[in-house]
């Protein structure tokens, strides 16, 4: 079993930076493939940015792409996502998620249905 805690929402200006932090705890979490993905209201879950067990292999949505940065901490078993220039439009609540699926390439980590487990979710408001 894979407990998430994600921290850093908060509400903020248009063009403010805020880092995002997921918590991870588990047996062999470290080898775990991490996600970020977002909802906003009224509006499906969608895929924001993943990394791989080593941190060493990163995929970035294309709406996000320059402004998100995903990163790892495998000895504090901590990922992040640091976001910058910040819109209205990434008003969302988000989630991080975790699996140990044996698989490789975008959609292994793209695809929010191959995720086991996921955390609670923080909000994040980006006011004009």
């Known amino acids: 079993q894979v407990q998430l805690v994600e921290s850093g929402g908060g509400l903020v200006q248009a063009g403010s930076s805020l880092t995002l932090s997921c918590a991870a705890s588990?047996?062999?979490?470290?080898?775990?493939?991490m996600g970020w993905f977002r909802q906003a209201p009224g509006k499906e879950r969608e895929f924001v940015a993943a990394?791989?067990?080593?941190?060493?292999?990163?995929y970035t949505a294309d709406s996000v792409k320059g402004r998100f940065t995903i990163s790892r901490d495998s000895a504090k078993d901590t990922v992040y996502l640091q976001l910058n220039s910040l819109k209205p439009e990434d008003t969302a609540v988000y989630y991080c998620a975790a699996h140990n699926r044996a698989c490789a390439g975008h959609g292994c980590y793209a695809t929010s249905n191959i995720y086991d487990y996921w955390g609670q979710g923080t909000q994040v408001t980006v006011s004009s």
């Open positions: 588990g047996r062999f979490v470290s080898t775990y493939k």
């Open positions: 990394v791989n067990w080593s941190g060493l292999t990163t």
